[in-house]
């Protein structure tokens, strides 16, 4: 029963981690985002506000108002593009990223 259990457990520790690996990499998602917002996010050579200082929260409400089309200003358009290729956990892993520029 010993040898059940510790295969039931190792067999727990593996799906749990390979969870973890499929977890979407924000830093990696921001790469399709810096063109217009700058890697650091402070760009706002596109009448865009800067993403820098902005809280995981805000972003992540701003991205699903976006995507959900009721959120926005004048320039929404560009972003309602970004915003529909996105899940929700890319969303959250987005948010978690830029959030620390
Ligand atoms: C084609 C240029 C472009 C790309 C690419 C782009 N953005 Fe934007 N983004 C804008 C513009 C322009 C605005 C302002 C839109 C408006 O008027 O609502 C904006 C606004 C935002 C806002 C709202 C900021 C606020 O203070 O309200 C967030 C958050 C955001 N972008 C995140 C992202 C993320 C994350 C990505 C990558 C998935 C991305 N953007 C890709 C141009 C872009």
Redesign the pocket.
């Known amino acids: 029963m010993k040898k059940l259990a510790l295969a039931f457990a190792l067999a727990v520790i593996l799906a749990a981690a390979a969870l973890a690996a499929d977890a979407p990499d924000g830093k990696a998602?921001?790469t399709?985002?810096a063109?217009?917002?700058g890697t650091d996010g402070a760009t706002t050579a596109?009448?865009?506000?800067?993403?820098k200082g902005?809280s995981a929260d805000?972003?992540a409400k701003?991205?699903a108002g976006?995507k959900a089309k009721t959120?926005?200003?004048?320039?929404?358009g560009?972003?309602e593009?970004?915003?529909s290729?996105?899940s929700d956990a890319?969303?959250k892993a987005?948010?978690a990223y830029?959030s620390t520029l």
């Open positions: 998602l921001f399709k985002c063109g217009c917002h596109l009448g865009n506000k800067a993403l902005l805000t972003i701003a991205l976006y959120f926005g200003g004048a320039k929404k560009m972003m593009a970004q915003a290729r996105l890319e969303i987005l948010a830029i």
